[in-house]
């Protein structure tokens, strides 16, 4: 569907869960590992089906009287698209996720191999609220441009209470920095190679 200012509109889709919950950790750990494929309009969901199982098993794990749900949006911006977003919101009882994944690539209709440039950034947010937190991070993943491979990731984390803290990263922590939060997973450093 034709939107405004070049966008396009080239997925809805959603995920009900019931008697499931919404494993922030988990799905923060499988950022790099393309476990956002399996939920965001995955490409060939019946050849995939066993993978795809698996990754909706470990993020939403079954909880008595548990309840997700999660619209999700699909936007191209040009003809044919050069950017490309998936973005999902997960609504739980006591947190809200926002999952998604931004794709730049030029030219746009050839093999992610055969591009000249490929950016493409696996992102995850989440508001929980009890205790209060607020986290971010993303990570570049199959990125290059030309031969040149991309990699990096980021994090955000901000939490209130009786322990307040806040973080920020791109590409990794000081060797010496011993405080990380437990939620934040190993990161990969910001490079070119």
Request: proline share 8%.
């Amino acid at each position: 569907i034709q939107l405004s200012f070049g966008f396009t509109l080239t997925g809805i889709g959603g995920l009900i869960g019931l008697q499931h919950t919404l494993d922030a950790d988990a799905l923060a750990r499988g950022i790099g590992t393309g476990a956002l494929d399996a939920i965001l309009f995955p490409p060939n969901p019946v050849a995939d089906a066993p993978q795809i199982i698996h990754t909706l098993r470990t993020v939403f794990p079954t909880k008595r009287g548990g309840f997700v749900i999660g619209p999700m949006l699909e936007v191209g911006w040009g003809t044919p698209s050069l950017v490309s977003i998936r973005a999902g919101v997960l609504i739980e009882a006591s947190q809200i996720a926002i999952v998604g994944q931004a794709v730049i690539q030029i030219p746009p209709l050839v093999s992610k191999d055969l591009a000249i440039l490929r950016l493409q950034i696996d992102f995850f947010g989440y508001i929980i609220f009890d205790p209060f937190k607020i986290g971010f991070q993303g990570e570049l993943r199959d990125s290059r441009v030309l031969f040149i491979t991309l990699t990096g990731s980021f994090a955000f984390r901000a939490s209130f209470g009786a322990k307040p803290s806040f973080l920020l990263s791109a590409g990794g922590f000081h060797p010496r920095f011993k405080d990380i939060p437990e939620d934040v997973p190993p990161m990969k450093r910001v490079g070119a190679g």
